[in-house]
């Protein structure tokens, strides 16, 4: 393959998420300014922004905190405050970035497993690229397009491993090292890394080689998450970080629905399906249902057969996924982020089954214009989608600026250093009012977590604790607490009021 058959793909697809960004951060501008749709972004930032200035893995200056869920992403948000890069654009370079190499790691994994259609992976990576779901996970400030990015890749590069008959000795040297970045991405990677490890168990190879590759790979591994953990069993006393417990705990009521049932609701969203009700659409990939089923069918039968972790191995992560969220996290809010990874792999392996579909179809002058008129409704769709995707970016991101970041400016400019500020939601306060915070969510805070499902119990922990002030967020106006008190200060933010919230308020509470 020449040079220009390499780069002329990369350069389609380099286009696509160039102009997906554009679009979704001009929408955002005649909002009225960029940022982020999301306030755990702000929380990112507030740590890259100490990391750099102190040196120190800290949220409040002076106070060492294991809230972090993504370390590496962190270190590459610090790298641009090292530069002195302006923090929006530094993120939304990352963001991009890490969207072109998630397309790039959805063309390798399509053409490691169907090399007979390697010609068509640019495609694969153009449609990922223009995916509204993963567009605005680009633009949002988090790591979820990096964190996805390393599973496609990481599985690819497992799969031309698994396929190699005279496999590089390197390989599991890098699958090793690159599974560690992925647990410094996201924690949920540790379910790719153990379907990994039986991939690797089922190659058939003489059982000390196999030993070898397991060892290898455990030790890169554990090179780079090791000092992760330790930092986290040192300064919170719990292998994983804060946050990992504290949003569990948050929503345990949800954890009363029925497994099934909060699986298949989870899965349904994560194809493409409405967040509620087994009626309408919330993305184009629902389209490929047919194509993902069919080209499902085959991979697992194939496996099978084999006695080997391929075709099922990616199919297996994604569903995975899925059901660790089922198991302990069941939200579908904020757009269902959290389902956000398994899109790429529905994505391709629906547009494999449709190829099929296709091709088995009859040559006749019909059967090409249904071909026509089907690919072109997807096409279609995925365009639709990707201007909904980019007004819905466009008013979270406006939320974000309305209320928490409208917040934070008026706590830089009315409180004081010392002063105690307890809110839920703490990105913006972080990043813009560097101030004490006693997070009741839970993720700086661990010692609330106790507390998050009992109310009373909260209140009289808020109140022990001399905090100066109280923000309320929307849909948590803490009544235990602000029961005939006025607020200081209130945003009147009116697209809030208008979906039926209470506005973001401060409220002074006596020590």
Known sequence: MSQGDITRPLNRILIAASLGLGIYLTLSSLSGSLGFPLD?????????????????????????????TSPLWTILLAIGY???????????????????????????????????????????????ALTWQLLYAAASGMETPLFTALCLNLAASYGHWRRDPIPNPQTPLWLGLFSGLLILTRPDGVLLLLLLVIGIALRPQPGGERLRVL???????????????????????????????????????????????????????????????????????????????????????????????????????????????????????????????????????????WHLILQAAPLQQTSRLIRQAIVLIFILMLLIFLILGGVAYQEDVAFIEGEMVQIAHWLQQNSQPHDLIAAHDIGAIG???????????????????????????????????????????????YPALTAGQQPLYITNYSWTVEQGFNNMAIYKLEK
């Open 82 to 128: 090292a530069l002195r890069l302006p923090y929006l654009l530094w993120a939304y370079l990352l963001g991009g970035a890490a969207l072109f190499l998630l397309a790039v790691g959805g063309m390798r994994l399509w053409e490691m497993l169907w090399p007979e259609r390697a010609t068509l992976s640019w495609v694969v990576g153009v449609v990922l």
């Open 431 to 477: 990043y813009f009012a560097p101030r004490p915070i006693l997070d009741l969510a839970g993720l700086i805070s661990p010692e609330v977590v106790p507390y998050l499902s009992k109310p009373e119990a909260l209140a009289d922990y808020v109140r022990q604790s001399e905090a100066a002030y109280l923000v309320t967020a929307p849909g948590w106006p």
């Open 215 to 353: 060892l290898v790979w455990a030790a890169m591994a554990a090179l780079t998450v090791v000092p992760y953990f330790a930092f986290n069993m040192a300064s919170a006393g719990t292998l994983w970080p804060n946050t990992f417990y504290a949003k569990q705990a948050e929503y345990a009521e949800l954890l009363t629905v029925p497994l099934p049932q909060r699986f298949f609701q989870l899965l349904f969203f994560s194809l493409g399906g409405p967040e509620t009700g087994w009626r309408g659409i919330s993305g184009a990939h629902l389209l490929l249902l047919p194509g993902l089923i069919t080209i499902t069918w085959k991979g697992i039968r194939s496996d099978w057969r084999q006695r080997r972790l391929l075709y099922t191995l990616p199919l297996l992560w994604a569903a995975g996924h899925v059901l660790l969220y089922a198991l302990r996290l069941p939200v579908t809010y904020q757009r269902g982020r959290y389902l956000w990874p398994a899109l790429p792999v529905w994505i391709i392996y629906g547009l494999a089954g």
């Open 40 to 68: 755990d972004a702000w929380i990112h930032q507030t740590y890259a922004r100490n990391l750099w200035q102190t040196g120190q893995w800290e949220y409040v200056p002076g106070v060492v905190s294991a809230g972090s």
